[in-house]
């Protein structure tokens, strides 16, 4: 079964002077701010609905003209970092 | 290419940001005025004393400026009064500019943060809260706000906030009712772990009561509380350092206001700053754009020809700022003696003029520049 990831509503998205920030909303993050690469910010934004690893990496590398592989593994990175944050979960699981 | 993302320390994420928004003029930072009436009735105040009971800014309201502030690249926004607390829909408008992806700081006096506010603000924290403060007991808080046993009640606010890990800043206005107490007031944020600072302009009230201006100190005592502060006024230096190396510019505005940086009353009128009460436009009858586009208009006046502050080289760390001199003057270029005073006083104690004096004292101020009216003049303490 293709496990798809969803944006929590713990964070809020926001581009500002050229950054990517996501606010925290909440205490229980371990800070009140963070900030995106360009590349990650556009992966946030193709969270809007929930998605998998595969769907993610390919509009990745459709974008940023980046080998499947290249995109993949970034995109899994990318995933494993904002769910530690809480910014990201598994869709339908437990937050 | 990476997607993960980089660790950067805050204070270096708020320098490229305020970097880029004064390169593009980005109104990143605003304060919004949710509520111009207060539970104190403070002697000093400027704004709450005329405020009438219908002064308050709505939740829908609230909701339309958020969400046009967030639009335009606001980040940081200062929800000020009045008292923000006494807001009967203040849970509701703090979580909305949350939720609009603003990092919140937060004026109040406190006297109304018990547990149960403490704790809704460990979990949805604000990025600081700063909180007024007037003496070191209930009677000289009596003497100041008016109410009772104030003292007790907003130091334990302090506490409860602290306990919660929430950034909290005590700020006191400078004056002759407090004079005194200022040194223990720092003492006292020190030892709980909170910041301090004090602001010695005092305004006339919005509405055009000069009366607060008759607590202002003058001159020398405001360089001599700086000295009692901050021995050598050592933290002054490196601005006046770097305010004499600069070239004197006949702009009216160097700070940030119309810039990055601007201010939302309880009405949805803006203008530069909280301390600027003239409005450029508004925000619930105009859109965002072009208020914005107004306020820049504003921000890029000139100093009328002969006018002392023109050719000041103290000017990026005077005392007063075009803002309370448009409040004690009518128009932010003009001049108040007052706040040049202090500014030489304290160029002279570091040693960066020969004697402390303006030239206005000695060759007086030109006729076509606008001083204090006369019932703020009158109100300001006898010059030393």
């Not at chain 2, 105009?286 to 006018?307: Q, Y």
Request: a neutral charge; charged letters at 20%.
């Amino acid at each position: 079964m293709t496990v798809l990831y969803e944006r929590t509503d713990g964070f809020v998205y926001r581009h500002v002077a050229g950054e990517h920030l996501l606010v925290a909303l909440r205490r229980d993050r371990t800070a009140p701010m963070f900030m995106l690469t360009p590349t990650a910010g556009f992966l946030w934004e193709q969270l809007a609905r929930p998605s998998s690893v595969e769907t993610l990496a390919e509009s990745l590398a459709a974008e940023y003209e980046v080998s499947r592989e290249v995109a993949t593994a970034d995109v899994a990175a990318w995933l494993e970092q904002l769910q530690s944050l809480g910014a990201v979960a598994i869709h339908g699981g437990s937050r | 290419m990476t997607c993960v993302l980089p660790t950067v320390r805050y204070s270096e994420v708020q320098g490229r940001l305020v970097s880029a928004a004064m390169k593009a003029r980005i109104p990143l930072t605003s304060s919004v005025e949710i509520i111009a009436t207060c539970n104190f009735s403070c002697q000093h105040c400027y704004i709450a004393p005329g405020a009438d009971r219908e002064d308050v800014m709505s939740l829908t309201q609230a909701k339309h400026i958020f969400a046009q502030l967030a639009a335009a690249g606001t980040l940081d926004v200062l929800l000020t009064g009045g008292e923000v607390f006494t807001h009967r829909e203040f849970r509701e408008i703090y979580l909305a500019a949350k939720r609009a992806g603003l990092n919140i700081y937060i004026n109040t006096n406190a006297y109304l943060i018990g547990e149960r506010w403490a704790n809704f603000l460990a979990e949805w924290p604000p990025n600081g809260v700063s909180i007024s403060v007037y003496g070191l007991s209930n009677e000289r808080y009596e003497q100041i706000t008016r109410i009772p046993r104030a003292y007790d009640r907003v130091v334990r606010a302090v506490d409860l906030l602290l306990e919660r890990g929430i950034k909290v800043d005590l700020k006191v206005p400078a004056m002759s009712l407090t004079v005194d107490y200022l040194p223990q007031l720092k003492a006292l944020a020190e030892a709980k772990g909170a910041s301090f600072r004090y602001d010695s302009i005092i305004q006339p009230h919005e509405k055009g009561d000069a009366a607060p201006v008759q607590l202002q100190l003058a001159p020398r005592q405001v360089v001599d509380l700086d000295e009692a502060l901050d021995p050598g006024l050592e933290s002054l230096r490196p601005g006046m350092e770097r305010s004499v190396a600069r070239a004197p510019r006949d702009k009216v505005y160097g700070c940030g206001a119309g810039l990055f940086s601007f201010h939302v009353n309880v009405h949805g009128g803006v203008s530069t700053c909280v301390s600027s009460r003239q409005t450029v436009g508004n925000l619930l009858e105009e859109s965002f754009d072009v208020v914005w586009e107004r306020l820049g208009g504003k921000v890029e006046k000139r100093f009328p020809e002969g006018h002392p502050c023109a050719t000041c080289k103290f000017r990026s760390v005077c005392a007063g700022c075009p803002a309370t001199v448009e409040s004690a003057t009518g128009l932010p270029e003009g001049y108040v003696q007052q706040y040049c005073k202090i500014t030489h006083l304290r160029a002279y104690r570091l040693g960066f003029h020969p004697t402390g004096i303006p030239r206005t004292v000695t060759e007086g101020i030109p006729a076509n520049v606008v001083t204090p009216r006369a019932s703020v003049a009158r109100a300001l303490p006898i010059l030393s």
